[in-house]
């Protein structure tokens, strides 16, 4: 990690008005360089978080959170003669819905009473296509494939607190997620531990740091300066002056050194016992989620995004073990460690925490020749954290949109004859998620999601997860 | 400058005279084509030719005349231009940009009979235009004899054929950027001529040693990472640069996963191959892959999507060979409508893909006998036998001949017929969709051209730009060569779109590399270079047949940004210019003192490095801050650069780092 001398930092704060080259961005470089302090000296420490984890490829909702009681799922012959799975296989949650054996381990979470498990969640005119599907989850804005623009991004945007920080959100993906794309430029990184570049002095200088050098140097200075006329110069230079700005305020962060607490684990290929956890996948996916917990106990870095791939299966795609179960096996130890690791020594961080999971789609309820399906409509999401609606609280069962009152048998083949049916529009999840967790006046809904105010029908009735 | 078009006008001759002249033909009063066409030179006004002092006009551009539509050349498509601009129809408006070069008999009035002096100068031997032709010029009227009624508002293909901005911005995108040997070749010739050159495979390879001992010492054929650092190293070398960046392109475009295809291969009962066998099996049919859409970079698309469909890698990658009349998978169906041709939900439904899926049954792989690989029919072989050569097979059994209906009630329905059970000729329900799909449809000429565009011009294409490819699209049944010829040619490829891009990480980190190559990487590091690339592309998740989905790699605008891909550009610099052992060890010294800079000025240091980088792109208070950086310790103390001093060369490295990573760097 590049030594940040926050000395240098203040004192930045202190001239940059006067420097010529900084002059145009001084107010948002200032602030933004500067608001780790700032930003940590401002708020209480209730603020409230975020990871949301997207399973990308379009997980099998019906494998996932199985509907044992639409009993069309039941009929193997029918529906699923190689993927279907026995009541007696999988985890019961309200006598209708079970969990895949593979998510075993959200038993404890369930149990708990921090796991809100949703079903029958998608959009009115689903195109079917992964990129267009994931650009609509991810936007916010269903049928507007043009606005490269993240609802999480317009969030933190719209925030005057949050909009100042240069680390109020972090992308933890290979690419920035189109969540967080937008005019607030978000830190993205693959790999915590990868996000420096070294604490020689030589680094230091170049970035604009070294101990003794002039303020507004480096490359600090030069992706400071005003930006031209052409496309993505005022885009690209934010993105330098973020970058500076993270890195300092990452500094302490160190990843290689962090203990998880509570019984929480973050496997490792090469030392794990589990197969499920021996690849590639495995490794990014909770180094990931490590980094996350990581910047909920350390920093103030509010919502995050981290990608789980690989749920496109037209083709072997696995009933108890393979490729789809091995997904949801990590799914399930992700979850589980992050709640034991952020409740751990009665740590309340638990409490101010939400996990979302969702995928832009969910899969045809019958199986394809090729023991794998294709791409369906409706799908299932998980909300968990320590103040959700989940089991015994408020009377509920945890389980949302799948029970007798919400699905009717045949419900998975009610559109277009192989498709479930959807209930609810995901940007219902969102407006929940705003107003009940993260505390937008539900007023200013419209401008994280376009329209909010003006969708009318029962596909956009909250579904009281939260309370 | 007519001659480095003879790409151009020759195939341009060959290929469209056909069309063409029957819409010009439609167009031209039928009275004119009765009048001989020689008669037309000495038309003119009838003025009296007067002598006279300089007139007092605006300065015009420079042209060539008889080049209405100002692309550099004198082709059919001028007098198209003429006969469109005096004939429009409605509602087109046409614009002439420059009447001087419309004006091809100099009569300083445009009518039909520049058209026609134009086809006769083309077709039936008729004189040429009069200067400025056939090199840029001056219109020498200006200072008599004639009068000019005309004026040329805009030729800017004339003015900057080798205007230093020019040639970096050309070789930024139609190569993986400038070396300082290609921008001298560039500067003499001229954009025009080297953009044709690369279009008409005009150089080769064949001498080139550099590259071919590189590749000598890479098992391409067998190995993965070295696989992938063949494309590298064919980027950073091959004076094939735009066959090298349609590579990419269609590589990236028909992506395939080579982890797919291994576990496919990895999987066969028996097992068939060991994890080695099974790793050397896939690198050589993605090989194959790769040198095929290499060979097909300017074909016709058709053929790219037929390469492509019956590949071993895709058959495979997206379930083709599970595809079956009993029960169809539709993976390969929506992807080669989404993502290979006509463009996400871009006039096909669902029940277009589960048609196409049904047309497509039966399509899929198996062993063959040596010899009969490239034929589809040919009986299959057992998995396990060691002679055979994995290849695509039609297999009547599994193939739905009943009929089929795509894009059903649209005004391009497509039917196709029943055939007779297990008919060899169920294989063309497939070819039928792809010929029309490749073709004919205006959604793929659309989409495709769209997506090229985006690649050389700007990610907001310009309307006009994709009007006038799908245009050459439909007109040459998708000849990709055509319509690179049109996008690079343009106006707005050419002037109106500059560092309007953001380069992805390979064409970064090729791109540095190339910039300062110059007699500053010492023989032997190529391959460290190589490697280098390739590690920076696991970075970034840029690695050549290692992206899962089948949408390939994001190359456009935003997706190349976020805070991490700034960091790993400069990280890349680092190690580079300033590097670890390991590490190409790249002397920038000595490519300072190769091109001759004075080295002992830190001024001529800095303005060396922007402008072989940035040329015009870089401000006073970029020079500043440069010299600033140049002229100070590690610890940021003021202490002016020394050439005689042992810290010389760390400082020029440290530079390098500095200057290469300009948010310039990261734009095209």
């Known amino acids: ?121 998608a959009m009115n005119g689903q195109s079917r296509s992964h990129f267009s599907s994931e650009t609509y989850w991810e936007n916010g804005d269903p049928g507007n494939l043009d606005l490269e623009e993240g609802w999480l991004n317009r969030y933190l945007a719209n925030d005057a607190l949050l909009s100042q920080s240069p680390i109020s959100g972090a992308s933890i993906a290979s690419q920035l997620q189109t969540m967080f794309k937008g005019s607030l430029v978000v830190p993205q990184f693959s790999r915590l531990q990868d996000y420096t570049l070294g604490t020689s002095n030589a680094a230091a200088k170049l970035i604009g740091a070294a101990p003794n050098g002039d303020l507004g140097s480096g490359l600090l200075g030069v992706f400071s300066r005003t930006p031209d006329a052409s496309d993505y110069d005022p885009v690209l230079r934010e993105n330098g002056k973020v970058l500076g700005g993270s ?29 499920d956890f021996q690849n590639g996948t495995a490794d990014r996916f909770f180094e990931r989620i490590k980094a996350a917990v990581q910047l909920i106990k350390e920093t103030d870095c509010r919502v995050m995004g981290i990608d789980l791939g690989g749920f496109d299966n037209h083709s072997n795609q696995g009933r108890l073990e393979g490729n789809h179960p091995r997904l949801l096996h990590m799914l399930a130890h992700a979850i589980q460690s992050i709640r034991r690791d952020l409740s751990a020594g009665g740590s309340t961080d638990w409490d101010d925490t939400l996990v979302v999971v969702g995928s832009e789609f969910a899969r045809t309820s019958k199986e394809n020749a090729s023991d794998g399906t294709d791409h369906g409509h409706a799908g299932a999401m998980f909300v968990a954290g320590g103040c959700v609606n989940g089991l015994g609280l408020g009377g509920v069962s945890g389980v949302y949109n799948a029970d007798p009152t919400t699905w009717a048998i045949g419900d998975i083949f009610q559109e277009n004859d192989r498709y479930l049916i959807m209930r609810t529009d995901y940007r219902a999840i969102y407006a929940e998620i705003m107003e009940r967790h993260l505390g937008v006046a539900p007023g200013d809904l419209d401008s994280i999601i376009p329209g909010w105010s003006a969708l009318t029908g029962s596909e956009y009735n909250y579904l009281n997860f939260l309370p | 400058m007519i001659g480095s078009r003879s790409l151009c006008v020759s195939s341009w001759r060959g290929r469209l005279p056909a069309v063409l002249l029957a819409s010009a033909l439609l167009t031209l009063p039928a009275v004119l084509l009765t009048q001989p066409a020689q008669g037309q030179t000495s038309q003119n006004t009838g003025q009296t030719p007067v002598t006279q002092g300089p007139i007092a006009v605006p300065l015009n551009d420079p042209f060539i005349r008889g080049d209405a539509n100002v692309d550099l050349g004198v082709d059919i498509a001028d007098a198209l231009r003429v006969l469109n601009f005096l004939f429009p129809q409605p509602p087109d408006v046409v614009t002439l940009p420059c009447e001087d070069a419309a004006d091809a008999n100099n009569d300083e009035s445009i009518n039909v009979a520049d058209a026609v002096y134009i ?59 400038p070396t300082r040997a290609l921008r001298d070749h560039v500067t003499s010739v001229g954009v025009a001529a080297y953009i044709d050159e690369q279009l008409s495979d005009a150089v080769d390879d064949l001498s080139n040693t550099r ?34 960046q349609m590579t990419d392109f269609w590589e990236n475009h028909f ?118 690989e490239t034929d589809p029919h040919a009986p299959c072989l057992p998995a396990d036998d060691a002679t055979g050569i994995w290849a695509f097979h039609f297999d009547p059994a599994t193939h739905d001949y009943d009929a089929k209906t795509l894009f059903e009630g649209t005004g391009y329905q497509l039917d196709i017929p029943a055939r007779p059970a297990l008919s060899p000729d169920g294989i063309l329900d497939g070819f039928e969709v792809i010929d029309w799909l490749t073709q004919d449809s205006s959604q793929t000429a659309e989409f495709i051209s769209t997506k090229l565009i985006k690649k050389f011009v700007s990610d907001t294409p310009p309307p006009s730009l994709v009007a006038a490819c799908i245009a050459t699209w439909l007109t040459t049944d998708g000849d990709i060569q055509a319509v690179l010829d049109v996008i690079l040619h343009s106006d707005e490829f050419l002037f109106d779109h500059r560092w309007n891009l953001i380069e992805t990480p390979y064409e970064y980190c090729v791109a540095n590399a190339r910039a300062f190559d110059e007699g500053s990487l010492p023989p032997g590091d190529d391959e460290a270079l190589g490697i280098r690339i390739r590690s920076a592309m696991s970075l970034t998740n840029n690695r050549l047949f290692e992206w899962g989905t089948p949408d390939g790699y994001p190359s456009f605008g935003l997706d190349q940004l976020g805070t991490s891909k700034v960091l790993e550009r400069i990280d890349y610099n680092m190690r580079i210019f300033d590097g670890f052992s390991s590490d190409p060890q790249f002397d920038l010294v000595a490519h300072l003192n190769a091109a001759g800079v004075l080295v002992f000025d830190a001024a001529s240091i800095v303005s060396f490095f922007l402008d072989s980088l940035y040329p015009n792109n870089y401000t006073a208070e970029d020079e500043q801050l440069a010299l600033d950086f140049i002229n100070t310790n590690e610890l940021g103390n003021p202490a002016f650069l020394n050439w005689l001093a042992p810290d010389f060369p760390d400082r020029v490295h440290a530079f390098g780092v500095f200057v290469s990573s300009f948010p310039q760097s990261m734009k095209q």
Request: hydrophobic share 35%; with cysteine; net charge negative.
């Open chain 1, 1 to 121: 990690m590049v030594e940040f001398n926050r000395r240098d930092f203040l004192r930045l704060g202190g001239t940059g008005l006067a420097l010529g080259a900084l002059a145009p961005y001084a107010p948002v470089f200032q602030n933004r360089f500067m608001s780790q302090a700032v930003h940590a000296a401002s708020v209480s420490g209730t603020a409230k978080r975020l990871i949301f984890i997207f399973l990308r490829g379009g997980c099998d909702a019906l494998n996932t959170v199985i509907p044992h009681g639409d009993t069309d799922y039941n009929d193997t012959a029918d529906s699923r003669p190689g993927l279907y799975i026995a009541p007696g296989e999988s985890i019961d949650l309200n006598g209708f819905a079970a969990l895949h054996p593979k998510l075993a381990k959200l038993s404890e979470v369930q149990l708990a009473g921090d796991l809100c498990t949703l079903h029958k969640v």
């Open chain 1, 247 to 275: 890195l300092a305020a990452l500094q302490t962060v160190n990843p290689n050194t962090y203990v998880p607490q509570g019984g929480a684990t973050y496997p490792d290929s090469s030392t794990t016992t589990e197969p």
């Open chain 2, 119 to 177: 086809l006769s100068y083309l077709f039936s031997g008729g004189a040429e235009p009069p200067a400025p032709f056939p090199a840029c010029g001056d219109d020498l009227d200006i200072i008599g004899p004639v009068a000019p009624a005309l004026t040329c508002a805009s030729y800017p293909a004339c003015f900057n054929d080798t205007d230093p901005e020019l040639v970096g911005h050309v070789l930024r995108r139609v190569a993986f950027g």
């Open chain 2, 211 to 244: 590259l071919n001992n590189l590749l000598g010492d890479l098992n391409y054929t067998s190995n993965l990472s070295d696989l992938q650092e063949s494309n590298i190293a064919r980027a950073l070398f091959s004076n094939q640069q735009l066959r090298q």
């Open chain 2, 255 to 372: 992506n395939t996963y080579y982890w797919s295809v291994r576990g496919y291969f990895r999987g066969l009962p028996g097992p068939v191959y060991t994890s080695s066998e099974s790793s050397a099996l896939t690198v050589s049919l993605e090989e194959i892959e790769n040198s095929t859409l290499r060979s097909l970079g300017f074909s016709d698309f058709r053929d790219l999507v037929i390469a492509s469909a019956t590949g071993v890698p895709m058959l495979i990658y997206l379930d083709s060979h599970l595809n079956i009349a009993a029960e169809p998978n539709e993976n390969y169906a929506r992807e080669l409508l989404e993502l290979h041709t006509m463009g996400v939900d871009n006039g096909y439904t669902q029940d277009d893909i589960e048609e196409l899926s049904r047309c497509l049954t039966g399509w899929t792989l198996c062993k063959k006998a040596p010899g009969t």
